[in-house]
């Protein structure tokens, strides 16, 4: 995992097609950068104001969207001697994007907003409860009620 960089996270515009009946919002194809591989795509619901954090995928490699609501991701990178920076984004609906992340990028999230928040991973292995790392919110000191906006 030390090859774990910020660099490696990549966001990616997505197209909004409009329709009168609804619009068609594209995800992903696998000419697209970032994908790799299927394992399974599942969604995931964060409340309004909830922190989901931290966790780190040792082989997952992930495609996050967000096409309702909007959420704030959060990133770290853990090396032997501090913790260095942080990296926020936020995508959802007014910010249409895919995030790509690698493994080994520590991260969590935050509900935005006035209501539930879902989110699309995409990833490129199935679950596998034994390829996370897991630490409690309170472990790494981030202060999610002043992020200095992206």
Do not use: C
């Not at 001697?81 to 690698?102: A, H, S, T």
């Not at 879902?118 to 199935?126: D, M, P, V």
Request: avoid cysteine; charge should be neutral.
């Amino acid at each position: 995992m030390s090859n774990a960089k910020f660099d490696n996270i990549v966001s990616v515009p997505l197209a909004k097609i409009q329709n009168t009946n609804g619009n068609i919002m594209r995800i992903l194809k696998n000419s697209d950068e970032g994908f790799s591989s299927f394992g399974e795509a599942y969604f995931s619901e964060i409340n309004a104001g909830a922190i989901k954090a931290w966790k780190r995928h040792t082989k997952m490699y992930m495609n996050l969207v967000v096409p309702i609501g909007s959420v704030r991701f959060v990133f770290f990178i853990e090396n032997q001697e501090i913790l260095l920076n942080f990296k926020v984004i936020e995508i959802g609906e007014q910010n249409y994007q895919r995030l790509f992340v690698p493994p080994g990028i520590w991260f969590g999230m935050q509900g935005l907003g006035v209501s539930k928040s879902l989110i699309l991973n995409i990833s490129s292995t199935e679950h596998d409860p034994h390829e996370i790392d897991r630490r409690e919110a309170s472990s790494i000191m981030f202060d999610w009620d002043n992020v200095i906006k992206p």
